[in-house]
């Protein structure tokens, strides 16, 4: 099932259940998604009319037509990867603000974006524990030929597209620090 028949079903299980939480949950997640989609079918419009701009830059007629003939398709549902990632955004939306509730002294509200995320994390794939990292970034580095914490700046964007959606950046430095100060 994707990802937002799976948020469409269970909106429908916390409405039926009058949950009323969790039903503002999935709706403002349900709006994250779609200004995403709306967002990714504005960039590919532009596109598009970037290229008929350079392709016709002399012919304003065959420009003109083909400008009006690009087809945005707003409606174009988001893959499942580019779902996850404004799900992830979401969580780590929830998770900043309870920090921020936490100094705040504001220990209600922060548990509140707390169960937030937690609600959240269901819809993501399996995150990858601490002891699972280890072995694996420390086999990357090896792969790489890295060693010392200046190597920081070359591992970390490797291990961000490595483990997009498997970790947190948070944990991923963490590790990698641990492993380059070892080395």
């Known amino acids: 099932m994707l990802l937002h028949e799976r948020l469409n079903s269970d909106l ?9 939480a969790r039903v503002e949950l999935i709706r403002t997640t ?8 709306l967002e990714a079918a ?20 065959a420009r ?3 400008l009006s003939a690009i087809s945005a398709d707003a409606h174009a549902p988001l893959d499942d990867a580019a779902a996850v990632a404004v799900i992830i955004k979401e969580v780590k939306r929830r998770r900043d603000a309870a920090e921020i509730y936490h100094k705040a002294g504001r220990e209600d509200l922060a ?10 994390e269901i819809y993501l794939p399996k995150q990858l ?15 790489l ?7 920081m700046g070359k591992l970390m964007p490797t291990l961000m597209e490595r483990f997009k959606g498997q970790a947190e950046g948070r944990l991923l430095s963490q590790v990698a620090r641990e492993l380059l100060a070892g080395n």
């Open 42 to 61: 504005k960039q590919r419009y532009d596109a598009a009319a970037r290229e008929i701009e350079a392709k016709y830059a002399d012919d304003t007629e």
């Open 64 to 66: 003109d037509a083909a």
């Open 111 to 120: 548990a509140s974006e707390e169960a937030e995320a937690q609600l959240l």
């Open 129 to 143: 524990s601490l002891e699972e990292l280890r072995p694996q970034v420390a086999a990357l580095i090896a792969e």
């Open 145 to 151: 030929g890295l060693s010392g914490p200046a190597s």
């Open 12 to 20: 429908k299980d916390a409405m039926r259940s009058g949950d009323k």
């Open 30 to 37: 349900r709006a994250a998604l779609q200004t995403a989609q």
